[in-house]
């Protein structure tokens, strides 16, 4: 369906104090999406298309499609015009472990595709209270603050004036019987990476800026009402094998022992860890911030199914917070901190506020590089927390001129006042805290993800840093195929980690569910969607030259563990022509027609998307089926 094409309106209006729109109580097939218009506040459901639902199942996969189809070329994001998405899949609410949720939008910070996750309470009601829906879609801008409320079915719209301004911990308090996705002061602000919090505070679909998009609709939280859903039947008998399959499996047996936080350890050791603003790849204080100081300090460990653990609660002076491996890793390490306390301090400050502890944490990083070579004047420094809390404060709210250019993201920062290589962005995005000079083949994964620098896309550095000798074609087959795993997870959804079991790609759930599949048609699902994300790109203006490997990373760092030879130029665009012809892209990044008909979406491509053609000569190699390299 065309963006200018009606869609049935099966919502009716009744006056009330707040202007409240109701739509029906829903049924239990899973195959419509919700729409609510801010501007004009109306409410509708909508059947998706059998089509998109097997070619794309849900999650990251059904959001793109509607993205591509929904928004224009070059809408701005932060305009009326972008959409907003809050996607579930046909496991919602099934699975093992936490249900997530896949917040897709345009991104405000990188201009391209945005998919975000978050998991929690919050996706677990959602799914529970709009049983038939695969997702939520939000358009348009409010003329005041609001907040969207769902309770067994029933949508309704209403004033949220009194939130204006209220950290996520705040706004999840003003409804406690529900759980809660809102925005903190970041979000209302714009700035280009605030996040959507959830659970007050304790997850965030964090990356890219969706919490920027929400603010600007002035979409200040969504409240959901109702039960989880309860798997019976054959879905319960999967939920138990799978959750004890988990538990034996060696990526549920390292979570278990340490949560993500061990993640900082193992950087560490392996001396991948981007420590005071990258200029090091180990801290020598590491002890002081990773996995046995988490255990140290935690008042309780978090179990959100059963047996299987969530991360560590730590009380600070504002409230309890459970930091991330991202936490310890960006705003411990990475700023020179080696206080747990103030480290877990430190996140919660971003949590309440709604900032990406990552980009935040970097931008603070480039703040203190900036700062000492002369480009700015801050008072900041390196292992100064209480400094390091008043800047986030202060991009938070954009106050003050280096606040508020910063508030934008440090590719933007550095473009005005210099200072380009102190802090490495993919797509304007500041890079996570694994430094790819260990591992080269890190570099390419950085390179060629689809929403900006990730490090959640594809992660071969957990294989290469223990096996020397990755050939080229080693390194694009890892990263292929694990870009286009994840792809599939994340349209189920599911948290990859669980994913880690799932050796048919969901293929046993999705047939108890009726939706037959087999794990090879399901690899080229997910290739797919990668490839229809893509396309979105490409039509907003990206190709090569945004894939390309930051300055930094081809310069040498002296002492530093295993990066003292970098990464070599020649040997990074060889091994990104071979991804490409290994995706079945030509030589500037686009796709290739014979692609497109081979993973039928040939016919969806409008004429605003420029495609390539393979060099003379040159056919496609595009894998077929999963596979796996050594």
Known sequence: MSAGTARPVCTRVRKRLFDRLVVGTVTQTRDHVCWVDLSTRTIRHERVPERWRRQFLGGKGLGARYLYEELEANVDPLGPDNVLGFMLGPLSGYLPGETRYAAVTKSPLTGGFLDSYAGGQFPARLAGSLPNCLGLFVTGRADAPVALQIDDGTVTLETAADLAGATTDAVADAFPDAAVACIGPAGEAMVRYASIASDGGDHHAGRGGAGAVMGAKRLKAIAVRGDELEPTGELARLHRTYADAYQEHDTGQWLHAGATIESLDFADETGLLATRGWQETTFDESDAIGVEAAKASAVEREYPDGDNPGGFRIETDDGETVPRGATAMTLGAGL??????????????????????ISAGNAVAWAIRATNAGHIDLEVSF??????????????????????????????????????????????????????????????????????????????????????????????????TAQNVRSVLWSLPTDDFLGEVFDDLG???????????????????????????RLFNVREGFDREDDSLPAVFREPLPGAQGCEGAIDLDDFERALERYYATRGW???????????????????VDDETPLDAPPTGETSTTPTSRSHDG
Not at 339 to 356: E, P
């Open 336 to 357: 020179g901190i080696d206080d747990f306390a103030d480290v877990a301090t430190l996140g919660a400050c971003c949590d309440r506020l709604g900032l990406d502890v």
């Open 507 to 533: 293929a046993d759930w999705l047939a108890a569910l009726g939706r037959s599949y087999d794990a090879s048609e399901l690899y080229r699902l997910g290739e797919r969607v990668w490839t229809l994300v």
């Open 383 to 480: 292992g100064d927390a209480d400094a390091a809390a008043e800047l986030i404060e202060r991009i938070a709210t954009r106050e003050g001129p280096a606040a508020d250019v910063l508030a934008d993201g440090v590719a933007v920062a550095a473009d005005r006042y210099g200072g380009e290589a102190f802090v490495p962005t993919v797509k304007s995005m500041a890079v996570p805290s694994y430094d790819p000079r260990r591992a080269g083949s890190m570099a390419l994964a950085y390179a060629t993800s689809d929403r900006g620098a990730c490090h959640r896309r594809a992660r071969p550095f957990e294989r290469e840093v223990f096996d020397e000798e990755w050939s080229l074609q080693t390194q694009v087959r890892a990263v292929v």
């Open 586 to 604: 030509g030589p500037n990044g686009r796709s290739l027609s014979e692609t497109l008909v081979r993973l039928n979406i040939d016919d969806i």
